[in-house]
């Protein structure tokens, strides 16, 4: 009797442990390991926050679309999301504080131009491939090759990009009220000097109204015509060799600077040239104050900017859309080394992708108190309320998922995603998609590099200078800086890159 009253007794004993393992389980074990379809068919996860970082100002009703969207994913995946939008202006100084301190977080947006090379070469995201294949196995189908080839850095994946324009279009946002007035052909433009003959109009005949404020149409030119790697170093458009050329020495650089810098002794550019930015502009434009701005254009974004700005604009290409390595990196998403969570993680990322209903309460809020659906994909505002007084703006919607499932608004054109994929299809590739500079063996260079160009590049890029002058003296401080040692070791990565490639 006694033996087998202990018997029982370690039966019993044995079976409570393992249930109580199991109802513990450490996130990534077997009982909390989600569906492979990304979704949660059952109650095994225990339930858990997500934090999504992005930069972004926070809207008035932010808390009530994240209690929204949590409602939404508790169903899902059993999570919960916490929405944490940064100012731009303060993005460095926190971000860099959450990494450097290792605060918990998930995700974190990222893009080529937003740290995403130096982050991951320091190991602030989780590679994903494997993520990707266990718990968002839609996301492949929905990128494609091109976008996940065009993401990888040294062949691994540390973020995954939003699906949208995959390139990146040229030129300038106009003021429709001038363009009418004048009755400029826009679908005409075809050349620079096409261009300058409205900015000469606008000069002669608008007091008061500045052609073209900011100069990053220099940045957008220089983007059209060469896949710029680092300090100068670029492959030009349209070559069918792997190999670097220095802008500084290239006579259509400088022949386009000479232009620049006629166009500054014209009157054409604002005041504030040196610092005035795409934002200013358009206040400009609404202000009656300005009649162009440069933009990177995509179909239908002269109605997106028109939406949130409250003034009518139109654009006019000045080149073809072109993909390069930084345009493919242009938006993304990365899974922090924090994350108590990856696997939710990319659940959520899977989502985001697949899920327009989710995407949509992120990227427009509620519907019935942030829009009305006009049709299953078309929206516009509730009655009473506009641009000016929405309490949910769009936080960025080309930061996340699949653009494509995002809702349009009344006074877009319907068939904006046709023409994305359009876009897409016509725009040029470098030849070197996919190759991304790692400056970890020069970076010491590249910081003092960093520095000359800060000397010398804003006034070149704004005109204000002739630039055969100051070309002399930048390459002169740059070969100081340690240029050639920069140049050798981009060649060298180059051709390793191409040779992986079998180009």
Known sequence: MKKSYHLVLMIMLCGMLALTGCGKGDPGTASDKPTESGGNSDSSLKPYKITMVYP?????DLQLVQDEMSKYLTEKINATIELKPIEWASWDDKTNLMKISNEPFDLMFTASWFSYPKDSAKGQYLELDDLMAQYGKDIPGILGEDFIKGSRIGGKLF???TKKEFGQGFGFLLDKKLV?????????VKTLDDLEAMFKTIK????????IVSSKFTNIWEASNYDGIVANLSIPRGTTEVKAIDTLEDPKFIEFYKRMHQWNQNGWFDKDVL??????????????????VAQSLKPGKDKEMSLSSGVEVVQVETAEPFTTTGDAQGAMLGISRTSKDPARAMMFLNLLYSDPKLLNMLDWGIEGKHYVKKSDNVIDFPEGMNADTQTYPNPGGWMFGNQFNSYLWANEDPNKWEEFKKFNERAEHSIALGFAFNQEPVKSEMASIANVEKEFGASLRSGAVDPEKIIAKWKEKRKAAGFDKVKAEVDKQLAE????QGK
């Open 56 to 60: 972004a100002t926070a809207p008035k």
């Open 497 to 500: 890159w191409t040779q992986s």
């Open 204 to 211: 002669d005949n608008e007091p008061g109204v500045t052609p």
């Open 180 to 188: 009418d007035k004048y009755k400029f052909d826009t679908n005409g």
């Open 159 to 161: 973020a995954l990009p």
């Open 275 to 292: 610092t005035s930015d795409a934002d200013q502009g358009m206040n400009m434009i609404k202000a009656g104050k300005a009649f162009a």
